[in-house]
């Protein structure tokens, strides 16, 4: 069973920098692609960033594209989300998961297994 377990969210002004980062654990790393979702309240969960399993190819949804970067380091069964310029309306609870068919994937139910999340909290 794999499991994915996230860390480094807290609490941040807006115009500042975070980066979370994703452990991934009980399965082949390298193989799987790894995408990050977030769940503001009372709302949907939806789309952040993805990554395929080599980290040739990245998907990022329109309103983080230019201030957030998705990375992996397969030696380290890890990924990351580093996040800059953060907006108040990027307040949500941020979700990795992981993918068996290795692909940076958009739709959450492409995805095999899901973290616990995060929360990440700007302040105005």
């Known amino acids: 069973q794999v499991q994915v377990i996230e860390s480094g969210g807290g609490l941040m002004q807006a115009g500042g920098s975070l980066r979370l980062s994703c452990a991934a654990s009980?399965?082949?790393?390298?193989?799987?692609?790894m995408g990050w979702f977030r769940q503001a309240p009372g709302k949907e969960r939806e789309f952040v960033a993805a990554?395929?399993?080599?980290?040739?190819?990245?998907n990022y949804a329109g309103s983080v594209k230019g201030r957030f970067t998705i990375s992996r380091g397969n030696a380290k069964n890890t990924v990351y989300l580093q996040m800059n310029s953060l907006r108040p309306e990027d307040t949500a609870v941020y979700y990795c998961a992981a993918n068996l068919g290795g692909n940076a994937y958009t739709l959450a139910n492409s995805y095999n297994y899901w973290g616990q999340g995060t929360q990440v909290t700007v302040s105005s």
């Open positions: 990554i395929s399993r080599s980290g040739s190819f990245t």
């Open positions: 009980g399965g082949t790393f390298s193989t799987y692609g």
